[in-house]
RNA sequence: GCCCCGAUAGCUCAGCUGGAUAGAGCGUCCCCCUCCUAAGGGGAAGGUCAGAGGUUCGAAUCCUCUUCGGGGCGCCA
């Protein structure tokens, strides 16, 4: 319906052109829905932006537009209101159609081409496999899952990756830690790193991999620890100590078994993490491997680029990149004195390889602490020659954890953490993709925990699943009463759909379409929360007002098509949002 | 010190990228089941849109400054 009104102004503001009436620049056409139906049903501001160009006043711009208009049936009145907006009223029939609409496109119905197939890579989550997924993961798991869907239902071809960071020193302290609790299992009696990580999924893991290997990877305490710069607590560096843990276990190991040791910790977590994902309804066309960078050169590859175009410089035995050309506000190191590469260098040759895959878009979902690094990555682009506009980065704030009215203290290394896990299996996976998604992505969000485990109705979600269930049940009543439905009769007779409740209700299925493009294109899922809320409440407020199993045949036909076209879009927005749409509750 | 995000009803948040009288949920207070699920509906109270300037027909929305919160500023990942 927008569309179709910027079409016939735009024809108008032709004609006004053509004769001369008008001689300047055409801005954007806006149609905006009204507030308040006394301004009719959309309402457009364009004689107050042509105003300043045309040197008119507002209200007779308007008038000579709306003489111009070409005539439409689905426009029942045309006003000039205010200063001069003009507002439209649609004919009854424009938006009885809808329910036709909906009925007809069924899944399909909000789906559009505005994406035109364009290929766009999401990355989200991402989180280094040296544990179970926390709470804050799940923030970016339902916002990242969400955005991605919303840009396939926009017609995009949308590729969700996840990036493992299964290199690196968190994974070596990692495998340092599985190897030290693994000695503990085999009997050996030592103190474990303040550094290392104390969760119980250590301990797993290294029971685990005693029940595979018996005491292949056996050492003495006293060979581990001699030597040894003392922990923290002890009077020492704890970074020290658990570095010099890391060189120790390469050296007991030999190359083979460390990474044999490595790789069980890598590979327990990783599978745990991929199985809470997919349960909670977030799957991956593909998990891209860090490693994989490394070992195939991919990395040195992206340092020579920057070599070759002069990008980089070497200081104090480390060599730099000079991102502070293209904006940065100091240069990154990409590879270390001691020969290391940094973080960042396969992070550039990671997005460097994004691009050659040859996306369009690459959207990358972080934790807002790290928004520093943007304007390092961009500029790698930058530096790469590719088009750093490619890259959109959503920052998506901290999940703030509350619990009995106090602040919950996340630390994933000293295992004090509440995992998704154990949010879901408390919460319900409805509620958890819910509740994360319903805040737009910027805002800080107070997740109470006890409200969300507390199964009570204070949960916005049950509100929009009753609304579908309480359809469901309409139809399932309507043959105990002895009535039928036949959907052509009730399509037909849409022009029964007359009252109040029956028009907002039209009117919000006519706006789906709308509001799923506009969340898709600005990645904001939120927006189809509260959609679906308004959605439900106009169901809610016509299911107490009148009754849908009438004796008249013609009126209940219309009016069940009409609450199964809801049913229809809740369907297809909770879907949306990964929420389940039950047919009973 | 510099950078990012935020500040709107008692609480948690929307506000369609500058539009008409600023909206929801929860909480509080009234009311509605002889009726398709009351996990529902109707109504009331509740606001200096953090503060001060500016831009213009028009500002919660854009710009500047100030105040207050959260986060980030490693040859860590």
């Keep these: 319906m927008k569309h179709h009104l910027q079409e016939i102004i735009s024809t108008a503001l032709s004609t006004l052109r053509a004769d001369g009436t008008l001689d300047c620049e055409l801005p954007d056409i806006q149609i905006e829905r009204t507030r308040d139906r006394s301004h009719g049903d959309f309402a457009c501001n364009i004689a107050m932006m042509l105003a300043k160009f045309a040197k008119r006043k507002p209200r007779d711009l308007a008038e000579q537009i709306v003489a111009a208009l070409p005539q439409s049936d689905s426009v029942a009145k045309v006003e000039i209101a205010g200063p001069g907006f003009i507002n439209f009223s649609m004919a009854p029939s424009a938006f009885q159609a809808v329910v036709e609409q909906v009925l007809e496109a069924g899944e399909a119905y909000g789906r559009s081409t505005i994406g035109a197939g364009k290929r766009v ?7 280094n496999p040296t544990g179970p997924l926390h709470v804050g993961h799940g923030r970016g798991a339902a916002y990242g899952a969400t955005v991605a869907d919303l840009l396939a239902v926009a017609g995009f071809q949308v590729h969700r990756e996840y990036y493992v960071n299964d290199a690196g020193r968190q994974m070596d302290i990692l495998a340092t830690s599985v190897w030290l609790r693994y000695l503990d299992v085999c009997g050996e009696k030592l103190e474990f790193p303040s550094n290392g990580y104390k969760g119980d999924y250590v301990w797993d893991i ?75 309804g977030v799957a991956y066309e593909e998990w891209y491997s860090e490693r994989s960078l490394m070992e195939s050169g991919a990395v040195d590859k992206a340092i020579e680029r920057l070599q070759t175009s002069g990008h980089v410089y070497e200081e104090k035995g480390a060599l730099w990149f ?12 990409v590879v270390r004195d001691n020969g290391q590469k940094t973080y960042f260098a396969s992070d550039i040759a990671y997005h460097m390889e ?29 530096a790469l020659g590719d088009d750093p506009s490619k890259l959109d980065v959503l920052l ?12 919950v203290q996340m630390s994933t290394r000293s295992g004090s953490f509440v995992t998704l896990r154990e949010l879901r299996e ?78 907002a209700l039209l009117v919000s299925l006519s706006r789906y379409p709308e509001v799923v493009e506009a969340a898709a294109l600005e990645h904001e899922p939120h927006v189809v929360a509260y959609y679906l809320r308004e959605l439900a409440n106009d169901f809610h407020t016509y299911y107490n007002a009148h009754q849908f199993l009438v004796e008249e045949s013609s009126l209940r036909n219309s009016r069940l098509a009409l609450i199964l076209a809801v049913r229809q879009v809740l369907a297809n927005g909770l879907g949306l949002l990964g929420v389940s749409a039950p047919e009973s509750m």
């Design 396 to 407: 998506v704030q901290f999940a703030i954890l509350y619990r009995s009215g106090e602040k």
């Design 206 to 280: 290294a029971k685990s991999l005693q029940q595979d290997a018996g005491e292949t990877y056996r050492h003495s305490a006293t060979d581990v620890f001699t030597d040894i710069p003392a922990d923290e607590p002890a009077g020492g560096d704890k970074e020290l100590h658990i570095d010099a843990l890391i060189a120790r276990a390469r050296e007991l190991l030999g190359a083979d078994d460390y990474r044999k040791v490595f790789d069980k910790g890598l590979n327990v977590i990783l599978a745990d993490i991929r199985e809470d994902l997919e349960e909670f």
């Design 121 to 127: 890579q999401v990355e989200f989550v991402s989180a």
């Design 354 to 382: 994004k691009i050659e895959r040859g996306f369009e878009r690459v959207i990358d979902v972080w934790g807002a602490d790290h928004h520093g690094y943007v304007p390092r990555v961009k500029a790698a682009l930058q």
């Design 322 to 333: 000079r991102s502070t050309d293209f904006g940065d506000e100091k240069d990154r190191v």
């Design 426 to 503: 408390e919460v319900g996976n409805d509620a958890a993709r819910f509740f994360y998604v319903m805040r737009k992505c910027e805002q800080h969000m107070d997740f109470d925990l006890d409200l969300a485990k507390s199964q009570s109705n204070d949960n916005p979600v049950y509100y929009l699943q009753y609304a579908h269930a309480r359809v469901c049940s309409v139809m399932r009543q309507l043959e105990e009463k002895g009535f039928s439905y036949e959907q052509a009769v009730g399509l037909k007779q849409v022009d029964k759909l007359t009252e109040s409740h029956e028009q």
